[in-house]
């Protein structure tokens, strides 16, 4: 949809003065009772009287207030779907910032789409989500519960990914969701509770908890908190204190990442949450009039006299993802918790975008401070990053290799050129990540190029493959989910994983390229697991073009 298609849209929405090109926002649906939802008068004066253009307005997002003229049950319930695919492209940003390739459109991110809806409303958003589950990170029904699960028997649409492989066989009944019930009695949930129960593998019986002052019943997964419902019983009203605890509580705490054909639902932290968690220390670096800002993650029970010696990893954020969003997206910050092996930074760029020319001297600034307040290991530095970020780590890696001792790109688009890092005769391993799904980073497009680059500079035979499958070079070994991504290793989703493994002349592994199944733009956490058993076998004496092997690496490494 053109911006000007705006115009046509049947309903109300705002956009909060705050929302702009540098960094993604929720989209809220809001489907009023029938009352009001029958004229766009009803439906802003609703906005304003349940408390939730306030609240949109604070939260920088988008708000989008369908009209049901003739009532919410002549509605269908794939409407939402199909406004969301119309018109998150179409808001622009009051202030008319904008960053290199948004224009100053606004960034509605898949991964940020919220639902509530009230009474006739709440329905209406019911059967929405039992239609298109993979759409909402959460949902929120007050006084209303779905009236038709038919659409739960329907195959997923599996919208984040245009083809999926033969073996994805799920229904929408089978995908999560994250759902806060608002009843009048006991008993008014009981099919809804039922229904998403199945949907979220739920088996334990329900906690009480209490968010401010609203009581309920939290029933979740065993394995994933965010796959959850919420059952309060009592007597709701739209009112804003309603709407700022629904916020507060469930829209700011669950997020359903970009990673898999119908997305996974994670719980994330709110940028308020992210600032005030006590194991990221917040730091600043300034260079060229700008303030870049990095953010050090120390596991529990760690502290600044217990991190000598850590090796350092860097995750860097994409293009208009700032930190704070970033920060529990690729399951690095799990894993520094998991193992207490390494020191994880987080770096911000200005304006959510890394941009080499002007950012090229960030990271060797960051790194002596990380030297100065914690004393880690300069030997074993080591940079990550996805999209944006993933650039960010490949430029670096061609123009100053002498700062890493190994890298890993992920989900990186374009291409550049490996003129320095090739003529300079550094060594660098790298663990090049991709999703064979990927709309932004096609998987043939350069990346052969890439490859070749690394095996050149890391001293990797360059045997080519004639059927090009999977990739032009042939590699001495091949990694998934049957030999080593095993759940014995840790590995969740080790079904997804192809992992070409490349040796050097000595037949030690130098470059690893993983082809994550139905994978859109995004990552899962696992793939943090499989780069830090790659990277870390790797250090850089001070001075050195080339890398040794960690001594208690050296086994893992000439397998």
Not at 132 to 159: C, E, K, M
Not at 298 to 312: A, I, N, Q
Not at 355 to 380: A, H, N, P
Request: hydrophobic fraction near 35%.
């Amino acid at each position: 949809m053109e911006l000007n298609n705006l115009d046509t849209f049947r309903g109300f929405y705002y956009v909060s003065s705050m929302a702009n090109a540098y960094t993604p926002a929720k989209t809220i649906f809001l489907c009023a009772p029938d009352l009001e939802a029958g004229s766009r008068e009803g439906l802003e004066r609703f906005a304003k009287e349940s408390g939730w253009l306030e609240l949109v307005e604070a939260d920088g997002a988008v708000l989008v207030m369908p009209l049901a003229e003739e009532g919410w049950n002549k509605e269908s319930p794939l409407l939402l779907a199909d406004l969301y695919g119309k018109m998150r492209k179409s808001f622009q940003s009051k202030g008319g910032e904008s960053i290199p390739g948004r224009d100053s459109v606004i960034w509605c991110w898949e991964t940020l789409v919220y639902l509530a809806g009230y009474a006739e409303g709440a329905v209406f958003a019911g059967n929405a989500l039992a239609a298109t589950p993979n759409r909402f990170a959460a949902v929120a029904l007050i006084n209303g519960t779905p009236s038709d699960y038919t659409a739960g028997q329907n195959p997923s649409d599996h919208w984040l990914v245009p083809e999926v492989s033969i073996d994805y066989e799920l229904k929408n009944k089978d995908i999560p969701v994250c759902l806060w019930l608002f009843c009048k009695e006991d008993g008014f949930a009981d099919e809804a509770l039922s229904y998403f129960s199945a949907s979220n593998g739920i088996t334990s019986i329900g906690i009480p908890v209490k968010y401010g002052d609203i009581s309920a019943v939290l029933y979740k997964n065993p394995l994933e908190e965010a796959n959850q419902i919420r059952v309060s019983t009592g007597d709701f009203m739209s009112e804003p204190s309603l709407a700022r605890t629904i916020m507060e509580a469930c829209f700011h705490t669950v997020i359903r990442w970009k990673n898999a054909p119908d997305g996974t639902l994670k719980c994330c932290l709110s940028k308020a949450a992210f600032y005030g968690e006590s194991r990221f220390r917040h730091d600043q670096v300034s260079l060229n009039g700008n303030i870049y800002e990095f953010h050090t993650y120390l596991p529990e029970g760690m502290g600044e006299d217990s991190t000598k010696g850590l090796p350092v990893v860097f995750s860097v954020h994409g293009r208009g993802e700032p930190a704070w969003i970033f920060s529990t997206k690729n399951g690095w910050d799990q894993l520094a918790e998991e193992t207490g092996e390494f020191l994880l930074v987080l770096p911000d760029s200005p304006q959510n975008i890394w941009l080499y020319e002007r950012d090229r001297d960030v990271f060797s600034l960051i790194i002596e401070k990380l030297y100065e307040t914690y004393e880690v290991d300069k030997t074993r530095v080591y940079l990550t990053g996805f999209s944006n970020g993933g650039m960010i780590t490949r430029q670096m890696a061609n123009y100053q290799p002498e700062l890493f001792a190994a890298v890993s790109p992920w989900n990186a688009p374009f291409f550049d050129s490996f003129d320095e890092l090739l003529t300079g005769g550094y060594e660098l391993p790298c663990f090049i990540c991709i999703g064979d799904q990927d709309e932004k980073v096609p998987l043939w497009e350069n990346l052969d190029q890439l490859l070749e680059n690394m095996l050149i500079a890391n001293r990797c035979e360059r045997r080519i493959n004639q059927l090009h499958n999977p990739l032009k070079f042939i590699p001495e070994s091949v990694r998934d989910g049957s030999n080593y991504y095993t759940k014995e290793n840790k590995y969740k989703d080790g079904d997804r994983f192809l992992t070409c493994v490349y040796n050097n002349r000595d037949g030690q592994i130098r470059v690893c390229f993983t082809i994550m199944k139905n994978m859109p733009h995004g990552a899962v956490y696992d793939e943090s697991r499989a780069a830090w058993e790659f990277l870390k076998q790797f250090m850089r004496p001070i001075g050195s073009k080339h890398v040794t092997v960690c001594r208690d690496n050296s086994e893992i490494t000439l397998k």
